[in-house]
């Protein structure tokens, strides 16, 4: 699948590197076709590392997709260059007035502050609330997982004893749900938070449905009745990412939760394998064909959650 992307975008290089098909602005242009139109509003510190992420797992259908990256209006990202966000992001303010296919919240490292006390909740609560008149459907990762499920549906997030950090498997318990077609009885997902919400709580909501648990009954992926995906952990990350964190919090004299089921033997001398991405495109992929294709209208102005 062609991704619309902006041109000089750094993404693009890496991506090209993998043979993944990217489609410059310019020539995208050129084709008399209407794209799907998929806003990523980054919360991420590491903005370039989620951008190729994402923008791989976006890329296993025949659909074109339009990419507008987002930041919010209201902060200001501190480990990105404001010429990097000039360049290639959009804030908030100013696709407001647009509507999109498909919307993807990121996570961020959040999960240890109450929503309120998080300096631009405000909008993104106005985001969220937004979404539902503007954009067909919206996918959640990690905090903004816990943080839509918080604020749509008063899910309140609870609290880990200690970083849930590592590979995991949760149990697919949904097969006919589309977003889970052709996933195995048990999938393997990143996680890397402080907090998480309780199953229960959620599967006494009619309008929520789990369809991945963990072992330990940690709901791993959750979706609504009006096209909201939740995943609460981290299907985008790259073989290194938990390893990058590891190194990174050991640098600065923490003592972080070593990651469960990642390195082989527990030896951080052997690189981690990467043991999700089937799992991850196929996710995405089904998110891009049975949630946003076959769902959004041809006129992007009626773009809304059903």
Same mark, same amino acid.
Not at 14 to 34: C, W
Not at 220 to 225: A, E, L, N
């Given at each position: ?49 989620? @951008? ?12 074109? =997709? !339009?990419?507008? %990256?987002? #930041? &919010? ?95 995991? @498997? ?12 052709? =996933? !195995?009885?048990? %999938?393997? #997902? &990143? ?116």
């Amino acid at each position: 699948m062609p991704i619309k992307v902006p041109d000089n975008l750094p993404a693009i290089s890496a991506l090209e590197a993998e043979n993944i098909f990217l489609m410059k602005e310019t020539r995208a242009l050129s084709q008399d076709i209407r794209p799907l139109r998929i806003a990523i509003l980054n919360l991420m510190p590491t903005k370039v590392d989620t @951008e190729i992420q994402l923008m791989r797992l976006l890329s296993n259908t025949p659909l074109q =997709i !339009d990419i507008t %990256l987002v #930041i &919010p209006a209201t902060h200001e990202p501190k480990n990105t260059s404001a010429d990097y966000l000039r360049k290639f992001y959009k804030r908030f303010s100013e696709i407001e007035d647009s509507n999109f296919d498909g919307l993807i919240i990121t996570g961020a490292p959040l999960e240890d502050r109450d929503y309120e006390e998080v300096d631009y909740w405000d909008e993104i609560s106005h985001i969220m609330d937004w979404s539902v008149n503007h954009v067909t459907t919206t996918m959640y990762i990690c905090w903004a997982a816990l943080a839509g499920l918080y604020h749509h549906y008063g899910i309140e997030k609870q609290d880990l004893p200690s970083k849930k950090n590592g590979i995991f @498997e949760y149990r697919n318990v949904s097969e006919g749900e589309p977003l889970m077609r052709g =996933i !195995d009885q048990v %999938l393997r #997902i &990143p996680q890397s938070r402080y907090a998480t919400v309780n199953t229960e709580e959620i599967q006494r909501n009619p309008r929520l449905h789990v369809v991945a648990v963990g072992l330990d009954n940690d709901p791993g992926i959750v979706v609504s009745d009006r096209g909201e995906v939740f995943i609460t952990g981290h299907l985008e990350y790259d073989a290194n990412t938990l390893a990058n964190e590891f190194d990174r919090d050991l640098g600065k004299g923490l003592s972080p939760v070593f990651p469960e089921n990642y390195y082989p033997r527990n030896d951080t001398r052997f690189d981690p394998p990467l043991t999700w991405r089937s799992y991850a495109t196929l996710i995405f992929t089904n998110w891009l064909n049975y949630y946003v294709y076959q769902l959004t209208p041809y006129d992007i102005k009626c773009a809304r959650m059903n």
